[in-house]
């Protein structure tokens, strides 16, 4: 009998908010989806936080073009790393656990240029993971599948099948594509990720909103963030 394995797969975002860890908290192997068509103003490279004059998009400058892959996508602008830390540092400088992070943080964007799209979202997202919110599973990536012939639910339930995955957990907007009898043809079951019903929590410049960056929470309630998402039980 195959051991239970859970999976789930997603594009990389920058600075995602928290129920894209509550995803990856959801499985027990995370695959990155970053060998598919790069979107224009989306996720992949911008996100939201919290300012005093409202909700403000910080957006990773990418150019314009669109025939090229996530994994292709190449950071030339030199500037976006300072812009964006003063905005996060002007923002959240008195959230109650700002110091706490503040060091990763600025490192990040002052120590260094970033030049890959995937790789700055990438591991952006594992050191959150794992050092801030304390979830334990294991990241891989699909480049290693070289199965871009496939039509997208093939595709995905090519990548599923030969990771081992008894469930794939999946989040709501594949449902538009996703084939699940042929999941399920497979002896694998497939989970939908539910994003409802989350908790408030105290944070600056009211009103509240749940569609922000996963710093907001970090910095709002610290150790206790997994207290205010969804898989952590």
């Given at each position: 009998?195959?051991?239970?394995?859970?999976?789930?797969?997603?594009?990389?975002?920058y600075?995602?908010?928290?129920?894209?860890?509550?995803?990856?908290?959801?499985a027990?192997?995370?695959?990155?989806?970053?060998?598919?068509?790069?979107?224009?103003?989306?996720?992949?490279?911008?996100?939201?936080?919290?300012t005093?004059?409202?909700?403000?998009?910080?957006?990773?400058?990418?150019?314009?073009?669109?025939?090229?892959?996530?994994?292709?996508?190449?950071?030339?602008?030199?500037?976006?790393?300072?812009?964006?830390?003063?905005?996060?540092?002007?923002?959240?400088?008195?959230?109650?656990?700002?110091?706490?992070?503040?060091?990763?943080?600025?490192?990040?964007?002052?120590?260094?240029?970033?030049?890959?799209?995937?790789?700055?979202?990438?591991?952006?997202?594992?050191?959150?993971?794992?050092?801030?919110?304390?979830?334990?599973?294991?990241?891989?990536?699909?480049?290693?599948?070289?199965?871009?012939?496939?039509?997208?639910s093939?595709?995905?339930?090519?990548?599923?099948?030969?990771?081992?995955?008894?469930?794939?957990?999946?989040?709501?907007?594949?449902?538009?594509?996703?084939?699940?009898?042929?999941?399920?043809?497979?002896?694998?079951?497939?989970?939908?990720?539910?994003?409802?019903?989350?908790?408030?929590y105290?944070?600056?410049?009211?009103?509240?909103?749940?569609?922000?960056?996963?710093?907001?929470?970090?910095?709002?309630?610290?150790?206790?963030?997994?207290?205010?998402?969804?898989?952590?039980?």
């Open positions: 009998m195959n051991k239970l394995k859970r999976v789930t797969l997603l594009q990389s975002n600075l995602p908010w928290k129920g894209y860890f509550d995803l990856i908290n959801s027990d192997e995370f695959i990155f989806y970053d060998d598919v068509q790069y979107t224009k103003n989306d996720w992949r490279n911008r996100n939201q936080v919290k005093e004059r409202g909700v403000e998009w910080i957006s990773i400058p990418c150019g314009s073009r669109l025939d090229r892959l996530i994994c292709e996508v190449e950071v030339n602008d030199k500037k976006w790393q300072n812009a964006h830390w003063s905005k996060i540092k002007q923002s959240y400088k008195k959230a109650p656990f700002f110091k706490k992070y503040s060091d990763f943080f600025e490192d990040f964007y002052l120590g260094g240029q970033r030049t890959s799209l995937s790789e700055l979202n990438q591991y952006l997202i594992k050191h959150i993971s794992s050092q801030f919110l304390g979830i334990q599973a294991n990241f891989t990536d699909s480049l290693r599948f070289d199965n871009r012939a496939l039509s997208s093939d595709r995905v339930l090519d990548i599923v099948k030969r990771s081992g995955a008894t469930t794939y957990v999946s989040g709501p907007a594949a449902n538009d594509y996703l084939v699940v009898a042929d999941f399920e043809a497979e002896g694998i079951e497939v989970e939908w990720m539910d994003y409802s019903a989350y908790s408030e105290e944070q600056l410049h009211p009103p509240f909103t749940h569609a922000v960056s996963i710093i907001d929470l970090l910095f709002s309630v610290g150790d206790q963030a997994p207290r205010y998402m969804k898989t952590f039980g």
